[in-house]
């Protein structure tokens, strides 16, 4: 009679599944690292650096208040459009105001020029 060997599975295999449930939880719930980093000298602080990391899925991070992804015009296409607009609107008031500028500028030599 021989006894059956279980044989371990292969490094990988089945970990999977377990790896893809682990990650939807965490993106599910979300997950905050936090940690500072001070460098003193004699009583003295040179340096912090606060770091902070949130992992979570966008909807997760939207029902915490985070979205600033969504006014980045590097991360966003309508953010993107919406600064072009803002920055063209700011452009046509500066040629505005130039051309009035110049307007009265071109007036006010019409009048030197007409006085005796």
């Given at each position: 009679m021989s006894m059956a060997r279980r044989m371990p599975e292969p490094y990988g295999q089945g970990s999977g599944a377990n790896l893809a449930?682990?990650?939807?939880?965490?993106?599910?719930?979300?997950?905050?690292?936090?940690?500072?980093?001070?460098?003193?000298?004699?009583?003295i602080e040179l340096l912090t650096i606060k770091l902070r990391l949130i992992i979570?899925?966008?909807?997760?991070?939207?029902?915490?208040?985070i979205?600033?992804?969504?006014?980045?015009?590097a991360l966003s296409s309508r953010a993107r459009r919406s600064e072009l607009a803002r920055e063209n609107a700011e452009l046509r008031e500066r040629l505005e105001r130039m051309e009035?500028?110049?307007?009265?500028?071109?007036?006010?030599?019409?009048?030197e020029e007409e006085a005796p």
């Open positions: 449930d682990i990650l939807e939880r965490v993106l599910d719930k979300g997950i905050v690292i936090a940690g500072d980093i001070r460098i003193n000298l004699l009583d979570a899925s966008v909807d997760k991070a939207k029902e915490m208040g979205d600033w992804w969504e006014d980045d015009p009035l500028d110049g307007w009265q500028r071109t007036d006010e030599r019409a009048e």
